[in-house]
Every structure is written in structure tokens, then in C-alpha cells.
């Protein structure tokens, strides 16, 4: 038997808390990049029953991507933002999905990230990384960022920390281990898990929120 909406919203509270579960709920995250960090990121974020999250990302599914992804083998080709909304609804049917096949640029980012209020980042390349950052902390001052830098290879998963830069900047990772050493599926999962619960953390903390 398939549980209705009131039966998940009553578990979720029970887990949660009423109060709690009532600022997730309202709660709106965007995910820029839905590859290993940002596909993982959705799916906790989804299961802890966040109102509504916003899937960026201009990319396919590729059969390379299936060993960290939270991708199934029958939507290699089709668009992430596409294929992870599929999969979040069919975990959590309540969540509200806005979807957005297309890239990040100076363009468009106020535009889709203007009703988030906390950004997570989950990009590939070093250099729009950090201008994701930058432009969030420059342009958007009151919405919280949450990043991440060094998940990659088998070395001691404890090394990945979650570390508060400044009040609205948290950086998640291992902040050293270079791409060349290759993505591991629970390496990289750690380190989405640590964006995940530091959106959680900031809903809790945060009164304003």
C-alpha cells in the first residue's frame, strides 16, 4: 500500500521533530551541477523532506557516471535534471522539483537562484567553483552557500570535514586531494553527505530561516 502525503509528512516529523520538520518543509535548495556531489546531495536533501529543490545542470547521463551517481542504467543519455527529478519523485513525491537543463552563467544566475536560500555547489572544474562562490557571496550576501573542495581517491574518508567560512559560506571536503587520484563512489558520497547536513544545520541554527 502506498502511503499518502500525511503519512510521510507524520514520519518525517517523527524523525525530525514537528517544528523542525516544518522549516525543512518550507525550505527551498538549489543544487548547481547533479553529478556525483550534487546527485547525492538531492536525493538526502529529498528524504529529509526539503520543500522545494532547485536541479541545475546542462549535462547527460553517461555510463561513466554510474558508479557514484544516483543514475540507473536506462537513463544513460537522457538529461540529469531530467532523470534525477524522476528518481526524487519516485522516493519522495511530495518534494517540489524546478528543473533547469542549462549551464550557469553570469546571465542567468540571479535569475535561477533568486528564490533559494541556500545554494549548494556541486561543479566540476576549480574555476567555476569558485566563481559560483564568489558571485553568491558578492551578488546574493543574504543567501547561504554551502561547497565543496577534495573528495576524490581512497584515502581516510575522516579527513573530509565540514568547515564554516564565514557566516554564510560552509566548505565541505578534504580541501587537497587532487581529481588525478580518481572519484570512489563512498569518497565522494561522504563528501555530498556533508553539504547535505550542512543544509540541515543551517535550517536548525538559523531563526531567520
Not at 537513463?75 to 528543473?99: D, S
Not at 537543463?101 to 541556500?118: F, G, R, T, Y
Not at 587532487?178 to 547536513?197: E, K, N, P, Y
Request: aromatic share 4%; with cysteine.
Amino acid at each position: 500500500m502506498t502511503p499518502s502525503v500525511k503519512d510521510i509528512q507524520l514520519a518525517l516529523e517523527k524523525h525530525h521533530g514537528i517544528e523542525f520538520q516544518r522549516k525543512i518543509s518550507s525550505a527551498t535548495v538549489a543544487i548547481c551541477g547533479l553529478g556525483g556531489l550534487g546527485s547525492n546531495i538531492a536525493m538526502l536533501l529529498a528524504r529529509a523532506g526539503i520543500g522545494k529543490i532547485i536541479l541545475i545542470d546542462f549535462d547527460k547521463v553517461d555510463v561513466s557516471n554510474l558508479n557514484r551517481q544516483q543514475y540507473k542504467v536506462n537513463q544513460v543519455g537522457q538529461y540529469k535534471a531530467e532523470a534525477l527529478a524522476k528518481n526524487i519523485k519516485e522516493i519522495m513525491p511530495c518534494i517540489q522539483l524546478e528543473i533547469h537543463v542549462e549551464k550557469l552563467s553570469d546571465l542567468n544566475i540571479i535569475q535561477l537562484l533568486h528564490q533559494a536560500d541556500i545554494v549548494c555547489e556541486a561543479l566540476d572544474q576549480a574555476q567555476t567553483k569558485a566563481w559560483l562562490v564568489n558571485t553568491v557571496l558578492e551578488k546574493m550576501p543574504n543567501k547561504y552557500i554551502v561547497a565543496a573542495s577534495g573528495m576524490a581517491g581512497f584515502n581516510n574518508p575522516n579527513t573530509i570535514q565540514t568547515k564554516v567560512i564565514t557566516d554564510h559560506f560552509y566548505l565541505c571536503g578534504d580541501r587537497s586531494s587532487d581529481l588525478s587520484l580518481g572519484l570512489i563512489s563512498s569518497r565522494v558520497m561522504i563528501c555530498a553527505a556533508h553539504q547535505a547536513h550542512a543544509v540541515l544545520h543551517i535550517l536548525q541554527t538559523q531563526d531567520h530561516l
